[in-house]
């Protein structure tokens, strides 16, 4: 039928030399007869058929119609509004017919072919006005019996018809001008083509909305008016840049609140039917957004979007729509992104503060979107809202950066943590306290970078590192604490130490790493053994294991340094190791008595003990070795055996004896090995007879005190 028509089409201007134009017409409509006659006689054989070619004959009356006012030869009628009456009455005889027969296939023909015919023949005005009538038709069809696919079909093609003749007065292939090119298109011309789009777009808006509920689904509805919407806006905005391209923001500003007006008519229609009227709001929020974007600029954009998406989320959380919320989330990253398309250079000091409000109304934001959501119950956070605390956290940051000169970010990294963590508890915001641990990373990621550079931190901005992580692992251990508390969520409570170990293995060594920078280097093994003690104790009182395990950070830092350093001056160094070791034996002390409090297991209350004691033992004998002459070597390491012995047996501790033990093997061995071969007469007797004395000694005490000893060992 469309080889058909398209063949009449063609015969038409075949025979214009040879009949009048009566002659012409009548032809014309003789054609219809015809067609619709053998379409009649073959109803009853071959319906589908018979309907096609009925359809076709009344496609071809309105083509007929349609050439008798526009096509030069066939033209018998001059007035466009005479010409323009008859096609409406022809589309009513269209609508009479299929409606009697109730035949979507003969309705759908017959307005397809009727665009088709008009679009062959070519796009004029006229036609575009001619296709209106066409589209009341369809949305007749729609709103009496439901034939959905011919009311989309009727907004493909009207909007088709009107590209096709933007694009012939175009020069017909022109597309580079087409998209490009603006600002070219005279006023007439404007206000004719936003005249027709306007008309299309009211009358199928219109069409959508008054159709009653029981005549359209609500799913079909959504789509029918979405494809309306959507075909508009692309060519009225393509419009706009050929005529207006300085007045987009108006135009996409009177759309969008055209689109919420008819959100707030589907709602009062349809309701409590929501999928029509959410769908005309988010497109109207949409479109209202990409007039802000074409309005504004710079930092008055960032700021713009921002508060958009706090008052959008209001909306959402007012109406309880998640779909509203998405634009609100949208756009606020459109900010984000926009911010940063700009950086660095555009960030001026407007843009800065610009960015930093945008990010204090995201955290705003973000605490909007902490409310009851079935769908993420699954989760231990809000997805949305975690979203916008950490884009405003990476906003304030970069802000932050730009703004602080380098002497000076330390301090701004370590207190933007500390205050983003206040602001989530403030606004009891769990992702917000959780965003903040961006700053509190990077802070420690650019100490150790400086430290890597040899441009440590100075002293106070690294204290102030270490005590706001370790403040934050004591925070976290202690909401831990207290969620264990609570009967509802203590079965899927974290253990609090796993929660806190992190954090204070982090400040931990960044604590080493300070007193390794910051300590003088003579007394640096008698600071680290200050800190294992302070671990010590601090494990004892509160009843934290973990700081107990991460004692043995100071303490085994400073041995090894101690150890592998070759510093052996006289004079501070006695007083370096021998305050080392008197702090760690009290230290040692501590860990013995208060082991139970430090909630660890057996086994790791009894090994740190331990261990403290082979740094104790290795500090002193590598302090003598360093320190005595070799000629006395041998005696001073009996001395030292006996005196790890004496504390042993003294304060009942095993760990000291079998160190006194392990010295004294020490001391024999080197006796035996070393002064009997290379020390002068008098040294080596002096180390045997030493040895000697304090052996016996021990045998002594040990063949008088056996039974008692046998049990403390």
């Not at 209106?132 to 909007?159: C, K, Q």
């Not at 802000?399 to 990294?413: E, I, K, L, Y």
């Not at 509190?440 to 100490?447: E, M």
């Not at 899927?492 to 060594?509: D, G, L, N």
């Given at each position: 039928m469309a080889a058909l028509l398209t063949g009449m089409v063609f015969f038409a201007a075949y025979i214009t030399p040879r009949l009048t134009v009566p002659q012409k017409v009548a032809v014309g409509y003789l054609a219809c007869v015809v067609l619709g006659a053998l379409g009649l006689w073959l109803d009853k054989r071959m319906p589908q058929f018979a309907r096609i070619l009925q359809g076709g004959s009344l496609a071809l009356a309105y083509f007929v119609t349609y050439a008798a006012h526009f096509v030069e030869?066939?033209?018998?009628?001059?007035?466009?509004?005479?010409?323009?009456?008859?096609?409406?009455?022809?589309?009513?005889?269209?609508?009479?017919?299929?409606?009697?027969?109730?035949?979507?296939?003969?309705?759908?023909?017959?307005?397809?072919?009727?665009?088709?015919?008009?679009?062959?023949?070519?796009?004029?005005?006229?036609?575009?006005?001619?296709?209106?009538?066409?589209?009341?038709?369809?949305?007749?069809?729609?709103?009496?019996?439901?034939?959905?696919?011919?009311?989309?079909?009727?907004?493909?093609?009207?909007?088709?018809?009107?590209?096709?003749?933007v694009w012939k007065l175009n020069r017909f292939g022109d597309l580079e001008r087409l998209v490009f090119d603006s600002a070219y298109l005279g006023e007439s011309d404007f206000r004719l083509r936003a005249a027709f789009l306007s008309l299309y777009w009211v009358l199928?808006?219109?069409?959508?909305?008054?159709?009653?509920?029981?005549?359209?689904?609500?799913?079909?509805?959504?789509?029918?008016?979405?494809?309306?919407?959507?075909?508009?806006?692309?060519?009225?905005?393509?419009?706009?840049?050929?005529?207006?391209p300085n007045l987009q923001w108006q135009f996409q500003f009177c759309f969008g609140g055209a689109l919420l007006v008819l959100s707030a008519i589907a709602y009062r229609r349809y309701q409590p039917e929501r999928l029509v009227m959410d769908t005309l709001f988010v497109q109207g929020l949409g479109v209202a957004t990409l007039g802000l974007i074409s309005y504004f600029k710079g930092v008055r954009l960032v700021a713009a979007l921002a508060l958009e998406s706090a008052f959008v989320l209001m909306l959402a959380r007012a109406m309880k729509s998640r779909w509203v919320a998405w634009i609100g989330r949208a756009t606020f990253a459109v900010a984000a992104a926009y911010a940063w398309g700009k950086y660095p250079e555009d960030w001026d000091t407007p843009m800065i503060w610009g960015v930093a409000f945008a990010a204090a109304v995201g955290l705003v934001c973000a605490r909007l979107e902490k409310r009851p959501a079935t769908e993420y119950e699954t989760l231990p956070f809000n997805p949305s809202s975690l979203f916008f605390a950490l884009v405003s956290t990476v906003l304030a940051m970069v802000?932050?950066?730009?703004?602080?000169?380098?002497?000076?970010?330390?301090?701004?990294?370590i207190a933007g943590a500390v205050l983003m963590a206040l602001i989530g508890g403030a606004l009891r915001t769990s992702e917000i306290g959780w965003s903040a641990h961006l700053p509190?990373?990077?802070?420690?990621?650019?100490?150790y970078s400086a430290k890597f550079n040899d441009e440590p931190w100075p002293l106070a901005q690294a204290l102030a590192l270490v005590a706001v992580?370790?403040?934050?692992?004591?925070?976290?251990?202690?909401?831990?604490?207290?969620?264990?508390?609570?009967?509802?969520?203590?079965?899927?409570?974290?253990?609090?130490?796993?929660?806190?170990?992190?954090?204070?293995?982090?400040?931990?060594?960044?604590?080493?790493?300070?007193?390794a920078d910051h300590a003088p280097e003579r007394w640096l093994l008698s600071v680290l053994a200050v800190e294992t003690l302070l671990l010590i104790l601090a494990a004892g009182t509160v009843g934290e294991g973990?700081?107990?395990?991460?004692?043995?950070?100071?303490?085994?830092?400073?041995?090894?340094?101690?150890?592998?350093?070759?510093?052996?001056?006289?004079?501070?160094?006695?007083?370096?190791?021998?305050?080392?070791?008197?702090?760690?034996?009290?230290?040692?002390?501590?860990?013995?008595?208060?082991?139970?409090?430090?909630?660890?297991?057996?086994?790791?209350?009894?090994l740190i003990p331990a261990l403290i004691v082979v740094a104790?033992?290795?500090?002193?004998?590598?302090?003598?070795?360093?320190?005595?002459?070799?000629?006395?070597?041998?005696?001073?390491?009996?001395?030292?055996?006996?005196?790890?012995?004496?504390?042993?047996?003294?304060?009942?501790?095993?760990?000291?004896?079998?160190?006194?033990?392990?010295?004294?093997?020490?001391?024999?061995?080197?006796?035996?090995?070393?002064?009997?071969?290379?020390?002068?007469?008098?040294?080596?007797?002096?180390?045997?007879?030493?040895?000697?004395?304090?052996?016996?000694?021990?045998?002594?005490?040990?063949?008088?005190?056996?039974?008692?000893?046998?049990?403390?060992?």
């Open positions: 030869a066939f033209r018998v009628i001059h007035s466009p509004a005479l010409a323009l009456t008859l096609l409406t009455l022809v589309v009513v005889a269209i609508v009479g017919v299929a409606q009697e027969r109730q035949s979507a296939t003969l309705a759908g023909m017959a307005l397809f072919f009727g665009y088709y015919t008009s679009v062959i023949s070519g796009v004029t005005g006229f036609t575009l006005a001619s296709n209106a009538v066409l589209a009341l038709a369809a949305l007749f069809f729609l709103a009496r019996n439901r034939w959905v696919h011919i009311s989309y079909g009727a907004v493909l093609a009207t909007y088709l018809t009107y590209m096709i003749w199928f808006a219109i069409g959508g909305l008054i159709v009653r509920r029981e005549a359209l689904a609500a799913a079909e509805r959504n789509g029918f008016l979405t494809l309306n919407n959507a075909f508009f806006f692309v060519l009225f905005t393509l419009l706009m840049h050929h005529a207006h802000a932050a950066r730009q703004h602080f000169d380098a002497d000076m970010r330390p301090w701004a990294w509190l990373v990077w802070a420690n990621a650019a100490f992580t370790l403040g934050f692992g004591v925070f976290l251990r202690r909401r831990t604490d207290s969620a264990v508390r609570a009967e509802d969520s203590a079965p899927a409570a974290v253990p609090s130490a796993i929660v806190f170990a992190p954090y204070a293995f982090v400040a931990t060594v960044a604590a080493v790493v300070v007193t973990t700081y107990a395990v991460l004692s043995l950070i100071p303490l085994a830092t400073g041995t090894i340094d101690y150890l592998a350093s070759g510093r052996a001056s006289p004079g501070s160094w006695w007083a370096n190791a021998l305050v080392a070791v008197v702090l760690l034996c009290i230290a040692q002390r501590v860990a013995k008595m208060r082991g139970e409090a430090f909630r660890l297991s057996k086994e790791l209350q009894r104790i033992t290795a500090l002193a004998v590598v302090t003598l070795r360093r320190l005595v002459a070799r000629e006395f070597l041998t005696a001073s390491w009996s001395v030292c055996g006996f005196a790890l012995l004496a504390l042993g047996f003294a304060a009942k501790e095993r760990s000291y004896r079998v160190a006194g033990l392990i010295v004294l093997g020490l001391s024999l061995g080197r006796a035996l090995l070393y002064d009997l071969a290379r020390l002068e007469v008098v040294y080596r007797i002096l180390s045997f007879i030493g040895l000697g004395v304090i052996l016996l000694v021990l045998a002594f005490l040990y063949t008088k005190n056996r039974e008692k000893i046998a049990k403390w060992l």
